[in-house]
């Protein structure tokens, strides 16, 4: 008779449940650490975008002045957690005359149809775009000049009424926007650390 060969039983694949019970303490420990990172991220990535679009409001609103030769006004509403900023350009002169001031618009009202800039385009930055950001802001009018672009508004040579202070929502990072004579925008560092900003 002949031999028979003993072949040992393969071991079936797959996770023993101590092994799952490990790699969900692992996951579990990973996450934890995580989310204060995140959180911050998420609060400096807010306040970052309300500060870049206030930025690029202010720059379409001064190209559109000089593109149409039209005085442009610009004004904040609200301060705190609820606030705006918004954009309007004169009216059209009449043939051979310069463009006159132009009127404010409310861009807390619902619909802003005040705040138009380039014919039909609505200008305006809300604070429900980023939840959290606060605004404090000494600049409540500013106006630009429809032929030179720069500003034409009373506050022209005061500092301290020439800046937007944007807060994130722990109050930790402060990014402060200003406005010179010339119409150009900048964005500084006032407090916290937050890459791509000087120190103010």
Do not use: H
Not at 123 to 139: F, I, M, N, R
Not at 150 to 172: E, H, M, P, Q, W
């Amino acid at each position: 008779m002949p031999a028979r060969s003993y072949k040992p039983a393969k071991a079936s694949s797959g996770f023993t449940l101590l092994e799952l019970m490990v790699t969900i303490v692992v996951f579990v420990i990973l996450a934890a650490l995580a989310v204060p990172g995140l959180s911050t991220y998420m609060e400096k990535s807010r306040l970052r975008g309300a500060a870049d679009d206030v930025i690029n409001q202010l720059a379409q609103a001064r190209q559109v002045a000089v593109k149409y030769d039209r005085n442009v006004s610009l004004k904040t509403t609200g301060s705190g957690a609820t606030w705006c900023l918004g954009a309007r350009e004169a009216d059209a002169p009449a043939a051979g005359f310069q463009s006159g001031a132009a009127s404010t618009c409310d861009c807390s009202a619902t619909p802003t149809t005040t705040c138009i800039v380039d014919k039909d385009r609505q200008l305006v930055v809300k604070s429900a775009d980023y939840q959290g950001v606060t605004l404090s802001s000494p600049a409540g009018d500013l106006a630009f000049d429809g032929r030179l672009g720069i500003r034409s508004d009373a506050n022209v040579g005061n500092a301290n009424a020439s800046s937007f202070d944007l807060t994130s929502r722990s109050g930790a990072y402060v990014l402060t926007v200003n406005i010179s004579p010339l119409g150009q925008a900048t964005v500084c560092n006032k407090s916290g650390n937050i890459l791509g900003y000087p120190q103010c």
